[in-house]
């Protein structure tokens, strides 16, 4: 996947966190910055139930797009979900744990992607 399609992915990913209720959600630019992905998603979910949801609801759109994940961690069991596609990684936390790891902060040289929620992901409606 070029940069450009994984910018797209990491936005829509992004949108589609928002859509399902995660808070504070940012992508960062990390192309040149680290060897570990192009781009970090990071949100905050509101419960365990929710941001497991939000995981699979990204990997369910990832898959339909052809990109497919490598691997996937519920770390601490309940604070902290990862997924990762390689060149875009996504991570949920709760609100405690996202303020501990701080992964703005850690990459605060990064620049942060702008992007609007005002296109949905979700083509059906939610239950």
Sequence with gaps: MSSIDARQFAVAA??????LKCSEVVVLDLRGKCGVADYFVIATGTSERQMIAVGEH??????????????????DSH?????????VVIHIFDHDHRDYYDLEL??????????????????????
Aim: proline share 7%; net charge negative.
């Design 14 to 19: 992004a949108r589609l966190a928002t859509e």
């Design 58 to 75: 990204i990997d369910v759109y990832a898959a339909s797009i052809n990109h497919h994940l490598f691997n996937h961690r519920r770390l």
């Design 79 to 87: 604070v902290w979900v990862l997924l990762d596609y390689v060149d």
């Design 106 to 127: 850690l990459w605060g040289d990064a620049p942060k992607v702008e992007w609007s929620p005002a296109e949905p992901v979700l083509s059906e409606p939610r239950a």
